[in-house]
């Protein structure tokens, strides 16, 4: 049996500015936007990696949500504690640098991880905490 990953969501509260950071400053590619009942999904991708996508979706994508529970989404993600991504780099200082450069917010530069890694964290437009990893040498 094989099992690959194919897509994973990450909640955004304003598209236009999450397409700003997942494809202009990240460069990953468009591969559908569409709207349903008020709310719109994006998936974007790497094009090294044409069969995962990252659906950038509502906070609460459910038309029969309450408000009440709309709301405690919004607050949730403007607090940073919904979801993240953890993407892998062959230059992770590079990276760190060029989405440093384009004004996210940064959560840790560059450091050595004990655990074999070398890795850097920002924020993304929405809160969501974007992770970048690049496995040390030797």
């Given at each position: 049996m094989d099992i690959n990953l194919s897509q994973c969501f990450i909640a955004v509260d304003d598209h236009d500015e999450a397409l700003g950071f997942y494809r202009?400053?990240?460069?990953?590619?468009?591969?559908?936007?569409?709207?349903f009942e008020g709310m719109r999904w994006v998936t974007v991708g790497s094009?090294?990696?044409?069969?995962?996508d990252i659906v950038l979706e509502p906070p609460l994508a459910d038309p029969n949500a309450s408000a009440a529970d709309r709301e405690a989404m919004a607050e949730l993600l403007a607090k940073g504690h919904l979801r993240g991504l953890v993407l892998a780099t062959d230059d992770v200082d590079a990276t760190f640098e060029h989405v440093r450069a384009a004004g996210a917010e940064v959560l840790q530069e560059p450091v050595d991880q004990p655990y074999g890694v070398r890795d850097c964290a920002f924020r993304d437009p929405a809160g969501n905490m974007v992770r970048f990893r690049q496995p040390r040498n030797g």
């Open positions: 202009d400053v990240l460069g990953m590619e468009v591969r559908d936007d569409v709207g094009p090294a990696q044409p069969g995962v």
